[in-house]
């Protein structure tokens, strides 16, 4: 039977070794197989650190992290390792090969896939993020977002459960975001796979299944991306926004325009503003 | 970035040489460096030369373009050669310039000193001319891989050498963007009292180590992430395999060394 929860914190605290501060203070959360959860909050709030939590990269002080009911211990973490794939904010300091197909080619052997695999393996995570035709291009020859997408490569290649892409796409411009975001749909379209994006993006927040928000260390709220949203005022108060579309429905509010439910895209918004006088 | 040296610069290609086993290649000017010190009467310097010479057709990459990239070397080669004929004292006196004796030796000695240091470089920029510089890595792994029984972290290395290569670009990169931010604040590293350049070198050179740093640090954080644990149960992705034209080459510079072997006096 599948576990209920892919991944599952409980009361983790976590403080790096040359700071006073916890970084966490006792966070439990849990992720769904097949879930994409995105995790917002201000610069310092602990995002980074529960994304390098999840696959062993560090280990909490305190509470257990279990991935599929198997705690991570030196023992496991390899094999988290091989379940749990992560995409980093910088595109250039991830690429480990010297062309992109060596670099997908890292982590197959790092977890010591036959070479009769590897080379199926590459071609069709290649080809999932739109690569294939790049195979031998050399790191500085690619824009971020390809190299970005070479990542992403890299990670799917090695078959994970879970992606994590922590501020995945930070550095890119919108074309390139938009890009990384259709590969990480695509990608769901084909194959059962958990995601975890960490951002400060809300309009990726929209994608997701379930938001959780980071204050301080301590997980501040938990629920779908509109849920989160309508908590407009308590969301500044920790130094978050909201998205464009839900404070125009504010204030359009505000005008005495109530809308029947909260928009959250674009379109909504749309469909919303121009049924308004059949739906009154 | 100067375009005129071509020691360590690859040229794509598809020729016998640059299809041969960079194990190979690597053995062979290895050998041929050896031997060129052996040589010592005309017959043994022609065979290794027409050893050279056929080897650099066989790349089909342009003479002109392998000489000209050998420019700064030229001008060493030279250097030796008129050292030699003002140092060395043997044989008769041939001409005598304002007093001062070039004896028949040193033209010999002096010429001898210079073949051997051409045909040193152009055989090892053949190799680089012909190989990328990750298959050179791949070869230096697989020739040292022995060495992993005295506990020699011969992966460690080959990898270290593989992930300079690839930041080789990008640091450059880095550099040509601080220096043009640099020299928007006024900075000047062209002009200037040579003490007063090394000093516009630092506001370069901090800032690029400081970004080297925190690369290193996130790359490290990236390989453990994607399960990198040493070299060991590590598969390989890129294999050497030893071809039948690889074969070939190797029998037919065994042939060349009996050749020189017989004909030296
Ligand atoms: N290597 C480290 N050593 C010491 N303290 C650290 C280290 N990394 C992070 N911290 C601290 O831990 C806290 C949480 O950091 P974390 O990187 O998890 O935040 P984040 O939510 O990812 O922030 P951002 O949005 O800026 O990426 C911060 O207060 C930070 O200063
Ligand atoms: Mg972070």
């Known amino acids: 039977m599948e576990p209920r929860h892919y991944i599952e914190f409980q009361d983790v605290s976590f403080q790096y070794p040359n700071s006073e501060d916890w970084a966490l203070k006792g966070v439990s959360f849990h992720i769904k197989p097949n879930e994409w959860v995105a995790i917002i909050g201000h610069n310092g709030s602990g995002k980074s650190t529960i994304a390098k939590l999840m696959n062993g990269l560090l280990s909490p002080q305190q509470g ?16 988290v390792r091989k379940k749990v794939g992560m995409v980093f904010q910088n595109p250039d300091n991830q690429f480990v090969g010297t062309t992109v197909i060596d670099d997908v080619a890292f982590g197959l052997e790092n977890h010591g896939i036959p070479r009769e695999d590897m080379q199926k393996r590459i071609s069709y995570s290649l080809k999932a993020v739109n690569m294939e035709e790049y195979v031998n291009h050399e790191p500085h ?53 958990s995601v975890v994006t960490i951002t400060h993006d809300l309009n990726e927040v929209l994608f997701a299944d379930r938001v959780i928000v980071m204050n301080e260390g301590n997980v501040w709220f938990e629920g779908t991306p509109r849920e989160v949203f309508q908590k407009h005022d308590e969301l500044q108060a920790i130094g978050l ?40 | 970035m100067s375009n ?19 194990r190979m290649k690597i053995a062979i000017i290895f050998i041929f460096v050896i031997v060129i010190f052996l040589a010592n009467n005309w017959v043994s310097y022609s065979i290794l030369t027409a050893f050279a010479l056929l080897s650099t057709i066989s790349t089909r990459i342009a003479p002109s373009f392998i000489l000209k990239g050998l420019k700064p070397v030229w001008f060493l080669i030279i250097f030796t050669f008129i050292l030699h004929l003002v140092v060395t004292k043997e044989g008769d006196v041939l001409i005598s310039v304002l007093n001062f004796d070039i004896y028949s030796g040193a033209i010999w000695k002096g010429l001898e000193i210079s073949l051997r240091f051409f045909l040193l470089i152009l055989m090892t920029s053949l190799l680089t001319l012909t190989t990328t510089p990750i298959s050179i890595t791949d070869a230096i792994e697989s020739l040292f891989h022995p060495l992993n029984k005295i506990r020699f972290p011969v992966h460690e290395l080959a990898l270290m050498m593989s992930i300079s290569l690839r930041f080789i670009p990008t640091l450059m990169q880095e550099t040509d963007k601080i220096s043009k931010a640099q020299a928007s604040r006024g900075v000047d590293f062209r002009t200037g009292p040579i003490k007063e350049r090394i000093k516009a070198v630092v506001p370069l050179l901090v800032p690029l180590f400081v970004s080297a740093f925190k690369r290193a640090e996130e790359l490290a954080m990236a390989m453990e992430a994607r399960g990198y644990n040493g070299g060991e149960g590590r598969t390989k992705f890129r294999e050497l395999k030893l071809k039948k034209a690889d074969l070939f080459v190797l029998i037919f510079f065994i042939l060349v060394l009996i050749g020189f072997w017989i004909s030296r006096s």
């Open chain 1, 141 to 193: 020859n690619l824009s971020g977002g390809q190299k970005q997408r070479v990542a992403i490569a890299s990670v799917l290649a090695v078959e994970p459960e879970l992606i994590i892409l922590d501020e995945a796409t930070a550095m890119l411009d919108p074309k390139g975001r938009n890009s990384i975001m259709n590969t990480v749909h695509q990608v769901r379209q084909d194959r059962d796979v």
């Open chain 1, 64 to 79: 257990t992290i279990h991935v599929q009911e198997l705690p991570i211990n030196q023992e496991t973490i390899w094999d």
């Open chain 2, 4 to 22: 005129s040296v071509i020691i360590g610069q690859y040229v794509p290609g598809h020729s016998p040489i640059h299809r041969l086993d960079p």
């Open chain 1, 241 to 280: 926004d909201t998205p464009f579309v839900t404070q125009l429905s504010r204030h359009l509010n505000k005008l005495g325009i109530s809308l029947h439910k909260e928009p959250l895209t674009h379109k909504d918004l749309m469909d919303e503003l121009w049924t308004l006088h059949s739906t009154r």
